[in-house]
């Protein structure tokens, strides 16, 4: 029997002309959390991740650094992209390299194919181009240079001058897919979110589209065009295939890649940051019409991380390195604060003060603490045995009620990819919780036996409501929540933290009386104590 549908997420393949910086990590922490919280919907899931590796911009590094392209690439990629997935906790299935053969064979079948069915052609031309996005600009896309660059045309992205390129080379078809993809997203309003995505792709479309040149000769860093091997394929149209190629592309039947494209494609979210919006609802999905093949279900296009009100990059020197975080605050802050802080869809800034009084208010003051008291109180009032509550009272039934509210909102909100507002639904709950200690106090019931009952249920609904947390913030912080299940004592009685159904974690009453309940590690140590 064929597998059911993977849900299938992927983030860019980042190119390799520098290191990583946290503007990147964010594309691949949110697909992770993505990825993590249908796992834990019980789906297969399928993340994949990876590296850009040729055109002219990776070149012209290599160049730069005295070494051949696969050199520079393959040195980058184990010393900076690979690495970086461990930082963050990624979790992704797959990492594919524009380089390897799995993918340079089926993209020259996938052109060729485009080629056999007339949607490919000769021709010439001249234009602005900019390496740094490895994209041919329209006039209007660009600004007057200032200062050093003054008299000359810039990228409105990577603010240095454009180059004239001409060419005589191969072109698709791309002007015969306007109305076709205008017809497509008008029918499916989802495909491209945020709606401001959605409404500049089909403004874009409104104004129609040029044939795209998809192939390069004044240089070889790249795919040889099967029929024309002194040209390379651009970049974009090799590196867009990615997502298809690392699943199987074009595979013959009955082959395992075949099988695996059966079960994985189409993509379910395409992951983007908004500059990169329009090679992927434009060129990626007219290229898969071309190909008669089904199209993503969507590409959901994030915001810029900003420094100073500028894009965070690498050649403007102002990218910050994601270990610079998380050596600081640990993988499971980082991945919080950005998904927590910055409205997905939206630009946001870094900053070290925000992102300090965040972890200080709302993981270690918020829930740490709350899981460093309860492990206490269980310690001292019940010799570290999870009591069987008494009748609940209707404090008990209100947190009740919210954890049921608060699954809910969660897991809407994470099926839109609204990450901050399913966080904030969490984080509601540790703080109801948090009240509902002081209210009850179980300290002062403590000193009277005529409450034991009533200290029973306060401290079994504190336990319970952890448990409900550690389900709930493991896709976001899977190291925290490993922690907080094994000071639960859940796993023996549960299962493993990632087999816990997001769906039903409101159901109240699953962490059995009588589990032993242990003080951990602190989950979020105070900053002064992990300082440099
Ligand atoms: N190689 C192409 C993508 C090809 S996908 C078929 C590329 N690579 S990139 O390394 O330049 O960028 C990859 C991703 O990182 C993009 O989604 C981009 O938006 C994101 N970011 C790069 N700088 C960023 C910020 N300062 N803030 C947020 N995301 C940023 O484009």
Redesign the pocket.
Same mark, same amino acid.
């Given at each position: 029997m064929p597998e059911s549908k993977a849900f299938y997420v992927t983030?860019?393949?980042?190119?390799v002309?520098d290191a990583?910086?946290?503007?990147?990590a964010?594309?691949t922490t949110a697909g992770d959390v993505l990825a993590r919280w249908h796992r834990q919907r019980g789906e297969r899931v399928w993340f994949l991740t990876g590296?850009?590796e040729h055109g002219q911009k990776v070149m012209r590094t290599a160049e730069a650094n005295g070494m051949p392209p696969q050199e520079w690439a393959d040195r980058l990629v184990e010393s900076a992209w690979l690495p970086v997935l461990d930082t963050i906790d990624a979790s992704n299935d797959d990492f594919i390299r524009t380089t390897q053969e799995r993918h340079t064979t089926r993209v020259q079948r996938f052109l060729t194919d485009l080629k056999d069915r007339g949607e490919i052609f000769e021709g010439s031309y001249e234009g602005p181009y900019c390496v740094g996005?490895?994209e041919f600009k329209l006039a209007g896309d660009l600004l007057d240079g200032e200062r050093e660059f003054n008299g000359q045309k810039v990228c409105p992205t990577h603010g240095r001058p454009v180059e004239t390129v001409s060419e005589t080379n191969w072109f698709f078809r791309l002007s015969a897919y306007a109305d076709r993809l205008l017809a497509h997203y008008e029918a499916n309003p989802l495909a491209v979110q945020p709606p401001s995505a959605y409404n500049e792709v089909v403004s874009f479309l409104r104004s129609g589209l040029q044939d795209l040149s998809i192939s390069r000769s004044t240089f070889d860093w790249g795919i040889p065009v099967p029929w024309d091997t002194a040209q390379v394929v651009y %970049?974009?149209f090799d590196?867009?295939l990615?997502?298809a190629t690392a699943v199987g592309l074009d595979d013959d039947p009955g082959t395992p890649g075949a099988e695996q494209f059966a079960a994985t494609w189409p993509a379910d979210v395409h992951? %983007?940051?908004?500059?990169?919006l329009r090679?992927?609802a434009i060129i990626?999905p007219a290229m898969l019409m071309a190909a008669e093949l089904p199209l993503p279900g969507q590409v959901f296009a994030?915001?810029?991380?900003?420094?100073g009100g500028e894009?965070?990059?690498k050649s403007k020197l102002t990218?910050i390195a994601p270990s610079q975080i998380v050596d600081h605050f640990g993988s499971d802050a980082f991945r919080y604060y950005f998904l927590r802080a910055i409205s997905f869809g939206a630009?946001g800034s870094f900053s070290w003060e925000d992102m300090s009084a965040r972890y200080t208010s709302e993981l270690a003051n918020g829930l740490g603490n709350l899981a460093s008291r309860a492990a206490a109180m269980i310690a001292k009032y019940r010799d570290g045995l999870l009591p069987a509550p008494g009748s609940y009272t209707e404090p008990e039934l209100a947190l009740q009620v919210l954890l049921g509210e608060v699954a809910t909102t969660a897991d809407d909100a994470m099926l839109r990819l609204e990450f901050s507002t399913s966080i904030a639904a969490m984080k509601s709950f540790v703080d109801a919780v948090n009240l509902y200690v002081t209210e009850q106090a179980p300290w002062v019931l403590a000193k009277d036996e005529a409450n034991d009952e009533r200290l029973s249920t306060v401290l079994y609904t504190i336990c319970e409501s952890l448990r409900a947390m550690a389900v709930l913030y493991h896709a976001v912080m899977p190291k925290a929540t490993e922690s907080m299940w094994e000071q639960l004592g859940a796993e023996a009685a549960l299962g493993t933290l990632g087999s816990q159904d997001v769906t039903d974690v409101g159901r109240w009453g699953q962490l059995p009386a009588g589990v032993t309940i242990t003080k951990g590690m602190n989950l979020f140590p105070r900053l002064e104590e992990t300082a440099d």
């Open positions: 983030t860019p393949i980042y190119y002309n990583p910086h946290i503007g990147h964010y594309t590296t850009d996005c490895e %970049v974009w590196a867009l990615n997502y992951l %983007v940051g908004k500059d990169i090679f992927h990626w994030h915001g810029w991380l900003l420094v894009k965070m990059s990218g630009d």
